[in-house]
């Protein structure tokens, strides 16, 4: 059965301060990958996807970089956090592109003071 | 830009009634789905329904491109299905994707 998992399930960092979130899938190889965030009431925005290792785009600039260093590891991280960056982050996969149904992870909660 | 409308934003039910929640975009879309957000933030996919009508379990959705929107329908609510959902369609990239803010149901016992 395929996993997904993301840590650290909670995280809260100072302002300027660097970030590094992880996902990991197994038990499903070459799969497409996602980042999304939300705020705290805000709506979901797609951040990066990722087809294959060493290839990411970015759909959304929130001052963010994404990593995939290995099939099964997409990492998302920048070197010097905002408040703004505050809120809810969620990985997904899907076996293919955004018309087969994705599965996501149980998140990671960032708060940034 | 595309856009994601979902209406009601909110909704409170009691146990047992059906909900109605709709979604309508501004620009065709050759993918939609419906997800289900719990509220300690965790996304589950209930329907994929680019067109026509699908139906799960007690999920019902009904999309009719021409028009740009689509509707859930949740019959016999139960507490359980209390949550937020989500509408998203493609922004005219298969792998980019737009959500609108949702619908915070709310089901009573």
């Known amino acids: 059965a395929q996993t997904i998992h993301q840590w650290p399930v909670a995280e809260i960092k100072a302002v300027g301060s660097p970030l590094s979130l992880g996902c990991t899938i197994k038990?499903?190889?070459?799969?497409?990958l996602y980042w999304y965030w939300q705020a705290t009431g805000g709506t979901l925005q797609q951040l990066f996807y990722s087809i294959t290792v060493g290839q990411v785009e970015s759909v959304v600039q929130l001052n963010l970089s994404a990593s995939r260093p290995k099939d099964d590891q997409f990492i998302l991280s920048t070197e010097k956090l905002l408040l703004s960056h505050s809120g809810f982050y969620l990985c997904?996969?899907?076996?293919?592109?955004?018309?087969?149904?994705?599965?996501f992870g149980p998140g990671t909660r960032l708060t940034v003071l | 830009g595309q856009q994601v409308q979902q209406s009601p934003a909110s909704l409170v039910l009691q146990e047992g009634e059906n909900a109605e929640l709709q979604c309508n975009f501004s620009?065709?879309?050759?993918?939609l789905q419906w997800f289900y957000q719990s509220p300690g933030g965790s996304l589950v996919s209930l329907l994929s329904?680019?067109?026509g009508t699908k139906h799960t379990g007690r999920l019902t959705s009904t999309t009719v491109t021409k028009e740009r929107r689509s509707s859930l329908h949740i019959s016999s609510s139960q507490t359980t299905d209390s949550g937020t959902y989500l509408c998203?369609?493609?922004?005219?990239?298969?792998?980019?994707?737009?959500f609108g803010k949702g619908t915070h149901l709310h089901v009573l016992p």
């Open positions: 329904n680019p067109s």
């Open positions: 620009s065709t879309a050759t993918q």
């Open positions: 998203a369609i493609d922004r005219a990239n298969a792998y980019k994707v737009i």
């Open positions: 038990g499903k190889s070459s799969p497409n």
């Open positions: 997904a996969w899907s076996l293919g592109d955004w018309y087969y149904e994705q599965y």
